[in-house]
C-alpha cells in the first residue's frame, strides 16, 4: 500500500528531500494556548482523561506549526496510575508517586486485565485525532519504556540518577525483575488499545535508559523493547513503533539490532555520521538540542541544516534530542519548519 504521510514512508525506509518534522512535547507550557486549556481542566491528569481537552491540546502545535506528525497528549505516568500507583503532578516539583515497597515488588498492582478502567479515555482520545487530524499529519501513540517508568514507581519522583532504581536491581533482583514484567504487560496491552483506535505509529521512550550500567542495559532496554515489539506485532502485524533509548551511547548498535524498533530516536550528545553507520540501516529521528528552542537566530537555523545535511540520503524525521522546555519560543518552532523545508537540494 503507498502513502502520502512522510513519517510513514520514512519509516518504511525512504530517504525523503525534505524529512518531516515533529518535535518532542510539542504539546506543552512554552504555548499559550496549551497553558489556557492547562487551565481550564484542572489538574494535568484531568487534562489528560478528558478527550475533548487532550484532543484539543494535541492539535494545537498542528493547527498553529503544520507539524507532519501529532504525538497523542497523555504521560508515561498513566501506566503506573492505571496500575493503581497515586500519581499526582505538583505544580514547580515534577511527578509523584506513591513509592513501591521495595520488598514487597509489585504484589501490590492491580492486574493488566484491569487497566482500561483508567486508560479508556486515553483510546477515546486517540480515536478522536483519527478522525480530526488533516490526512497528511501521522498519529503517534506512545508509552515509556518499563525501566524508565519503573524508576519512577520505584523512586516515586524523577530523580537526576534513578539510584532508587539501579540500587533496587541490585538488592532484589526478583522484585525488580516482577515489577519490569508486569510494567512490560500493561505497556503491550495499552500500546495495542493505542492502534486499535487509530495510532499509526507508536513511541518507547527510555529517557533514562543511558542511567543503566553498560552490563545491565541489553537485559533492561533492549530487551524489554523486543519483547513489546514482538508481542505487539503477533498482535497488530502493521504496528510501527519507534524507540527512544535516550543517553544510549554506543549501546545504540546493539539497541539498534535487537530491539526490533522501526526507527531510532537520539539524544543530542548522538554524532549523527556515527549514527549513520551504527543503526542497522534503521531510519533515525533527531536530535537538535532543545536549547536552542530558547536561543533561535543562527545558532539554530545553522544547527537545522546541519543536521539535516548529516542525514542526507537517509531515511530521516527531524526532532529535538529531548523534549522542548517551556522557555521555548514558538517562534523559533516556525523557524525550524522554515529551515528544514527550505533545506531541499541544499
Ligand atoms: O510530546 C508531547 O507533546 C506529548 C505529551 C507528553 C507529555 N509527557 C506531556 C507532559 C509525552 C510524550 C510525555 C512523556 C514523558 N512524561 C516522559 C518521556 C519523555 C521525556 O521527556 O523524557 C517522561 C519522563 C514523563 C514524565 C513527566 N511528565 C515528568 C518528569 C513531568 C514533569 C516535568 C515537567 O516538564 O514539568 C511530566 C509532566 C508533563 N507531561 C507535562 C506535559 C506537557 C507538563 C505538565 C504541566 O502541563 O503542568
Not at 518531516?20 to 510539542?26: D, F, G, I, K
Not at 504484589?107 to 484491569?114: A, H, I, M, N, Y
Not at 535508559?209 to 530487551?223: E, K, M
Request: net charge negative; proline share 8%.
Amino acid at each position: 500500500m503507498t502513502t502520502a504521510k512522510k513519517l510513514l514512508r520514512v519509516l518504511a525506509g525512504e530517504a525523503l528531500d525534505t524529512p518531516p518534522v515533529w518535535l518532542m512535547r510539542q504539546a506543552g507550557r512554552y504555548l499559550p494556548e496549551y497553558r489556557a486549556t492547562r487551565e481550564k481542566a484542572g489538574s494535568f491528569l484531568d487534562l489528560c482523561y478528558t478527550p475533548e481537552l487532550a484532543e484539543e491540546v494535541t492539535l494545537q502545535p498542528i493547527r498553529r506549526f503544520g507539524f507532519d506528525a501529532a504525538i497523542l497528549f497523555a504521560d508515561i505516568l498513566l501506566v503506573p496510575h492505571a496500575l493503581g500507583h497515586d500519581v499526582r503532578f505538583v505544580a514547580g516539583e515534577g511527578p509523584r508517586l506513591d513509592p513501591i515497597d521495595e520488598r514487597g515488588g509489585p504484589g501490590s498492582l492491580k492486574p493488566v486485565d484491569e487497566i482500561d478502567e483508567v486508560l479508556a479515555p486515553v483510546y477515546e482520545t486517540v480515536r478522536r485525532l483519527s478522525r480530526s487530524l488533516p490526512e497528511e499529519v501521522t498519529l503517534i501513540g506512545f508509552a515509556g519504556a518499563p525501566w524508565t517508568v519503573a524508576t519512577y514507581m520505584i523512586a516515586g519522583q524523577g530523580t537526576p540518577d534513578q539510584r532508587p532504581a539501579r540500587e533496587m536491581i541490585y538488592r532484589d533482583r526478583a522484585g525488580f525483575e516482577a515489577l519490569m514484567e508486569r510494567v512490560t504487560d500493561a505497556t503491550v496491552h495499552y500500546l495495542a488499545r493505542q492502534i486499535e483506535a487509530g495510532a499509526e505509529v507508536v513511541k518507547l521512550f527510555d529517557s533514562w535508559a543511558g542511567s543503566l550500567p553498560a552490563p545491565l542495559f541489553d537485559r533492561y532496554v533492549t530487551q524489554p523493547a523486543r519483547t513489546i515489539a514482538d508481542r505487539l506485532r503477533a498482535i497488530h502485524p502493521q504496528a510501527r513503533l519507534i524507540g527512544f533509548p535516550r543517553g544510549a551511547g554506543p549501546r545504540h548498535r546493539a539497541y539498534a539490532e535487537a530491539a526490533g524498533m522501526d526507527a531510532i530516536a537520539v539524544d543530542q550528545q548522538m554524532p549523527l555520521a556515527w549514527a549513520r553507520e551504527n543503526s542497522n540501516g534503521l531510519p533515525l529521528q533527531g536530535n537538535l538540542d532543545p536549547l536552542l528552542m530558547v536561543v533561535g537566530g543562527e545558532a539554530l537555523r545553522s544547527a537545522v541544516r546541519d543536521t539535516v545535511a548529516a542525514l542526507r540520503g537517509y531515511p530521516q524525521i527531524l526532532n529535538l534530542g529531548h523534549g522542548i522546555t517551556p522557555e521555548a519560543d514558538p517562534a523559533n518552532v516556525e523557524l525550524v519548519l522554515e529551515t528544514a523545508r527550505g533545506t531541499a537540494d541544499g
